[in-house]
């Protein structure tokens, strides 16, 4: 009975991530890395020594690894952002935005209140910066919902508006010692612990996983996330059937700003131990890589954002070693998401119809 039950959820699972998609998935990881190696040869280097050094860097030894796991925690979060907007219908592309605020909202209050315990601190602090992740997510959704107006654009200008005012707070209001546009460290309570002294992985992978198993139970077993599923899939049919399209768009834009507060919170608060200008790498952008490669479904996006995560550690290690660019991987990234989409958008031009990648 237990093994039939076990079969059976994995049935479930399956349903939701249909195989087609993982093997499109896999398929299109295989060409990009397939063609990155064309490109790799015609540059006059081997592309079995730079994808060995490329793996090495990546989990050589256990430092290797636990840096890979770690690159690839703030873009699980991003990837969730996006994914969840997906779900309910909207292109959330101001993820990175998003987590600017949010990390700012809890560096401000950590160093407000510095004397605060550490069972106190961090979810407090969390919470806040959430908080101001959500209601910055919410902008564009309320826009949308509200006036019709494109959550692309808007996304687009908060991104703007969002970087240029921490970069303001960082050398202004909370600028911290030193010639560098950062504020001052936050306190030790706010602080997540590493597993080694020589790695960056600490227990903010324990978060992401949570949060990831969380949003799936919100998205497929809940009856919001059933409605922000059918706004997603059909807005008419939704309002036809009685549900609130405006507070869900809403509601769906202020939980894809808190995913991606998290990014940039459990990078500060995991990893750098302040807000530094321009901290993140384009998290909030090679979010929606990461999320269009597991189809947007939050299980999916552990693995895609691995992937991505080993390439960003491994590169490093393959440019020390091979003098080939770390560019490279953003190549690969990029015919990653080109392959992934290719056959919607032959369809698209087969047929002159609109579809969603």
Known sequence: MENKKKNNSIKIFFKKLPLQDIL???????????????IIYF?????????????????????AIFNTIAMSIPLMFTGLAVAVGQQGGMLNIGAEGQLYIGAMGFVIFTLLFPNLPKIIMLPIGFFIGMLCGGLWGAIPGLLKAKKGINEVIVCIMLNYIATLFTSYLVNGPFKGE?????????????????????????????????????????????????????????RTAAEAAGI????????????????????????????????????????????????????????????????????????????????????????????VIIFVAAPKLFSLIKTGKRVNI
């Open 43 to 63: 540059m006059d280097y081997s592309p079995i020594k730079a994808f060995s050094a490329l793996f090495k860097g990546a989990f050589g030894d256990q430092r």
């Open 178 to 234: 030193g010639m560098e546009a950062h504020t001052n460290p936050i306190p030790a309570s706010a602080q997540i612990n590493r597993y080694t002294s020589d790695s960056l992985l600490g227990n903010t992978i324990v978060i992401a996983l949570i949060t990831i198993v969380l949003i799936y139970i919100f998205l497929w077993k809940t009856n919001i996330g059933y409605k922000i599923r059918t706004v997603g899939k059909n």
């Open 24 to 38: 499109s998935s896999f398929l299109a990881i295989l060409l990009a890395f397939l063609v990155g190696s064309f």
């Open 244 to 335: 609130n399209v405006t507070f869900i768009i809403i509601l769906t834009m202020f939980i894809c700003g808190a995913m991606s507060s998290l990014a940039g919170i459990t990078e500060i608060s995991g990893n750098i131990g302040r807000f530094r200008e321009s901290f993140s790498p384009s998290y909030g952008f090679t979010g929606i890589a990461v999320s269009i490669l597991g189809r947007n479904h939050p299980i999916a996006i552990i693995f895609t954002a691995l992937l991505f995560g080993m390439l960003n550690a491994g590169s490093m290690y393959m440019s020390m070693t091979t003098s080939i660019s770390t560019n490279i991987t953003i190549v690969i990234q990029s015919l």
